[in-house]
């Protein structure tokens, strides 16, 4: 189909290579017309609640998860930053999702809650390296109430080791999402390695992705 170009995007591979490499511009044209409709619940280390290109589509943050981090705002910013806006860039779902937005101390609580919101999917780009029932109760109840759950797959993190699980991403009923760069070919810097197992689900681009940062 026709690309559909919003204002804010920049036609440049060094800035939003994703956009084009997963053909979102095509995506978008197909979805002309559609009314926002999906709640996107994003659980991190804290986010930039006031950012200019995320601040419009923030429908709710919780009041200790609006404290300036980067990781989460950038997060916040790849998934649901304002699209065609004419500020900054475009992002995967910023034409048609609101964001929900949760600090990630007692996640299985945040996860009841964004479920209990409406939430449609629930991101956690975070990892532990033990189980948990408590993760696992709160995963299923969100699962059964129709909830999308992603998680990143992790960076090598527990022991070392990229194979290892890491969690919440190798829980049954959670998306696991591996880390590309832009010859598709797994992360292997050494600081952002992606896990590789076999709860893997999915692979996605993940290595320099232009986003929303708490200083700009």
């Known amino acids: 189909s026709t690309p559909y170009t919003p204002n804010d995007f920049i036609d440049d591979p060094d800035?939003?290579?994703?956009?084009?490499?997963?053909?979102l511009r095509e995506a978008w044209n197909l979805m002309t017309g559609i009314s926002r409709?999906?709640?996107?619940?994003i659980i991190d280390n804290g986010f930039d609640g006031d950012h200019e290109d995320l601040i419009e589509n923030i429908a709710y943050i919780e009041p200790i998860a609006n404290n300036n981090e980067h990781h989460g705002t950038a997060v916040a910013g790849i998934a649901g930053m304002t699209t065609n806006n004419g500020i900054g860039y475009c992002s995967v779902a910023g034409l048609y999702s609101d964001?929900?937005?949760y600090l990630f101390n007692n996640v299985p609580a945040k996860i009841i809650d964004a479920t209990n919101a409406g939430a449609k999917v629930i991101n956690m780009s975070f990892i532990n390296c033990i189980i948990s029932q408590t993760y696992i109760d709160a995963i299923n109840y969100a699962y059964n109430n129709g909830v999308l759950l992603v998680a990143a797959a992790g960076n090598c993190q527990c022991s070392g080791s990229c194979t290892i699980y890491h969690y919440p991403a190798s829980y049954d009923h959670v998306l696991s999402v591996a880390s590309l760069d832009k010859n598709d070919i797994r992360n292997a810097y050494p600081y952002c390695a992606t896990t590789y197992n076999d709860k893997v689900d999915i692979s996605a681009p993940g290595w320099?992705?232009?986003?929303?940062?708490?200083?700009?």
């Open 208 to 216: 320099q992705i232009t986003s929303t940062d708490s200083s700009n």
């Open 37 to 41: 409709q999906t709640k996107t619940a």
């Open 99 to 101: 964001l929900y937005l």
């Open 15 to 23: 800035i939003l290579w994703h956009i084009d490499h997963l053909g």
